[in-house]
C-alpha cells in the first residue's frame, strides 16, 4: 500500500477535528513509503492539493460546512485523476450529496484496522478504474 515505485506516496488528511486528525496522522506515519500531510480545513487542503503530489486523500464530510469534504474530494480528483479517496463521517448515513463513484466510505468512529482496510480498498477502486 501507498508505494509509487519506490518513491513516498503523499497521503493527505483533512479533519477539522484535532484529536481525529492527530490519531490518523500517528497511525499512517508509521507507513514504509508514505509521508503523511495535514489540514484542518477546505482551504488549507486546497494550497496542498495544488501544489503537491497527492495519492490518497482522507476527508471527513463536515469540515467548514455539511459536505465541504465531499466538494474538496471533488476538487482534489481534477489535480490528481489517480487519487485514492476515504471519505469519513460521524453520520453513518452521509446525505450530503453524491461522493466521487470510487470513494470508499468510512464511518466514525472507526479503528486502526478499520481506517487500513479503507485505505486499502480506496487503492484497490483506484486500480480497477
Not at 18 to 26: E, I, P, Y
Amino acid at each position: 500500500m501507498g508505494t509509487t515505485g519506490g518513491r513516498p506516496t503523499f497521503f493527505l488528511i483533512v479533519e477539522d477535528d484535532f484529536g481525529v486528525l492527530h490519531s490518523m496522522q500517528q497511525l499512517l506515519c508509521q507507513l514504509p513509503s508514505v509521508r503523511v500531510l495535514t489540514a484542518g480545513g477546505f482551504v488549507s487542503a486546497t494550497a496542498q492539493i495544488a501544489k503537491g503530489q497527492i495519492g490518497l486523500l482522507v476527508v471527513d464530510v463536515c469540515l467548514d460546512e455539511p459536505g465541504i469534504g465531499v466538494d474538496l474530494a471533488f476538487f482534489a480528483l481534477e489535480y490528481h485523476p489517480r487519487l485514492a479517496l476515504v471519505i469519513i463521517s460521524a453520520d453513518g448515513k452521509c446525505e450530503c450529496g453524491a461522493f466521487p463513484e470510487r470513494a470508499c466510505f468510512l464511518p466514525k468512529p472507526f479503528g486502526m484496522r478499520e481506517l487500513l482496510r479503507a485505505i486499502d480498498q480506496a487503492f484497490l477502486s483506484v486500480n480497477k478504474a
